[in-house]
């Protein structure tokens, strides 16, 4: 298995612009969840997935956030208009419905200038 | 709300030593515990976890021991190796397969 797989690794962007970042989670999770890392806050739980259901959102910060899970292997995570204080590393995780543990992506490092 | 939060930011350590890397939790209706490691540019990765209705659990060089009374959870790393330096997290699952993660311990491992 190639794990859960995020893309791209790196974005730079412009302040306003939309940002898309992608995940595909391990085949056969039920759940996928969205992390959001920075020095200041350390890694935070934005949004999670139940077969392909939002289950909670409370973590996105604003409503320039949103997030979709079209398919059992697809998610999205969109900032519109994006701004400098987004800039983190955005991290996609997945897990089986009966084991707690996840197993995480290596993350989108992003930068907005 | 409750929060996952770590003694010691740091921890530098002879190679060759034993690890100790300590967690204090909050929420004291947490049942399942979990520690990961975070290399350099890396995700977490899972290390080891341990459930409320255990007070010990080993793995392959790592032991994770778990004090409720003190709401207390720790990882024992044996025989620390350079490949061990990164940044260590403890988490708890606050229900509904939430994980909160602690703030982190950097490990940086002495030759």
């Known amino acids: 298995d190639a794990g859960v797989i995020q893309s791209p690794r790196h974005e730079v962007t412009e302040m306003g612009q939309e940002v898309t970042l992608r995940c595909k989670p391990i085949?056969?999770?039920?759940?996928l969840f969205w992390y959001r890392q920075t020095m200041m806050r350390g890694l935070e739980l934005l949004i999670y997935f139940n077969n392909n259901v939002p289950i909670d959102d409370s973590g996105m910060p604003e409503d320039r956030f949103s997030a979709k899970m079209p398919n059992a292997s697809f998610s999205t995570l969109k900032i519109q208009p994006s701004e400098p204080r987004d800039s983190a590393v955005y991290f996609c995780?997945?897990?089986?419905?009966?084991?707690?543990?996840?197993?995480f992506g290596s993350g989108t490092r992003l930068t907005v200038v | 709300g409750e929060s996952v939060g770590l003694h010691l930011p740091t921890l530098s350590v002879q190679e060759g030593d034993n690890s100790i890397i300590n967690c204090a939790y909050s929420n004291s209706a947490s049942d399942y515990f979990i520690w990961y490691k975070q290399e350099s540019g890396k995700g977490p990765q899972f290390i080891i976890d341990?459930?409320?209705?255990?007070d010990k659990r080993q793995g392959q060089r790592v032991t994770v021991l778990l004090n409720k009374t003190v709401k207390h959870l720790s990882l024992q790393i044996a025989a620390t190796q350079p490949g061990d330096s990164a940044v260590y997290f403890c988490?708890?699952?606050?229900?509904?397969?939430?994980?909160?993660f602690g703030a982190g311990t950097t490990v940086t491992v002495r030759a």
């Open positions: 995780a997945s897990s089986l419905e009966w084991a707690y543990g996840y197993t």
């Open positions: 085949s056969g999770h039920d759940y």
């Open positions: 341990i459930r409320s209705n255990m």
């Open positions: 988490a708890e699952n606050e229900g509904d397969y939430k994980l909160s």
